[in-house]
């Protein structure tokens, strides 16, 4: 049985069960070429079947956020996704640093129709070893 089918099947027999999520992300990059589904593919096809909605507790949720900290202020998010990293410390009241060597673009952050900014980025999490000796 696959891992969705069990996992639709867990919640029908148990209309109190807790579904969780670890994300909702649409696709995947195993590599800069590649898109593979995303978890949020297999969340879609449960929510679907089951008519139950998810508890997200990965990014942007702040749920673990909120479990491991208390004060967000003196942190800085680092991520590669503007609809998942950055909106995750938006969300905790962080400040965002958007790293441009994974999932988005130069050209997407600077999209017009891009509603996520960052507080910063760079081309490369290397460029902050070069920031520190500063």
Not at 44 to 70: D, H, N, R, Y
């Amino acid at each position: 049985m696959s891992s969705g089918r069990y996992g639709t099947l867990c919640i029908r027999e148990n209309p109190g069960c807790l579904f969780i999520a670890t994300n909702r992300d649409a696709v995947g990059h195993m590599t800069a070429l590649q898109e593979w589904p995303g978890a949020g593919c297999m969340v879609a096809a449960i929510c679907g079947s089951t008519q139950k909605e998810p508890v997200v507790v990965g990014k942007p949720s702040t749920f673990i956020m909120e479990f491991l900290l208390k004060n967000c202020s003196k942190m800085c998010m680092v991520g590669d996704r503007l609809d998942t990293d950055i909106l995750f410390g938006q969300n905790a009241g962080c400040k965002t640093l958007l790293v441009l060597s994974g999932v988005t673009t130069q050209s997407a952050l600077q999209d017009p129709s891009n509603n996520i900014q960052p507080d910063y980025y760079t081309n490369t999490i290397s460029d902050m070893v070069d920031l520190s000796k500063v």
